[in-house]
């Protein structure tokens, strides 16, 4: 299992990202994927989910500011973040949800910075 996150960067407030994640060495389109994320000095939280049959969720500080999508043809999952703010400063990860915790599955995540 490999999975894949890219995309972050710094960007200022109120500024957009759109985050990916490539996905090999599972059969994709049957899981539930989540982008998580990690501040320094917190624990890392669940931000969005989307299941099999594309439903989502997502987390209070991000509701209607990120969008998660998927394409199962290409094994990938995005998500758009919009109207940054500097608490969304964190390294994401994607990850299957609920999270799997063996080799490959959180993967070296992508930083985002928000700068005010």
């Known amino acids: 299992v490999q999975l894949q996150a890219s995309g972050g960067g710094l960007v200022q407030a109120g500024g957009s990202l759109r985050l990916f994640c490539a996905a090999s060495g599972i059969i994709f389109s049957r899981y539930s994927m989540g982008w998580y994320r990690q501040a320094l000095g917190n624990q890392r939280e669940v931000v969005a989910f989307i299941s099999s049959g594309d439903n989502t969720w997502y987390a209070d500080p991000v509701k209607g500011r990120f969008t998660i999508s998927r394409d199962n043809a290409k094994n990938t999952v995005a998500l758009q973040m919009n109207s940054l703010k500097p608490e969304d400063t964190a390294v994401y990860y994607c990850?299957?949800?609920?999270?799997?915790?063996?080799?490959?599955?959180w993967g070296q995540g992508t930083q985002v910075t928000v700068s005010s």
């Open positions: 990850n299957r949800f609920p999270a799997r915790f063996a080799a490959g599955y």
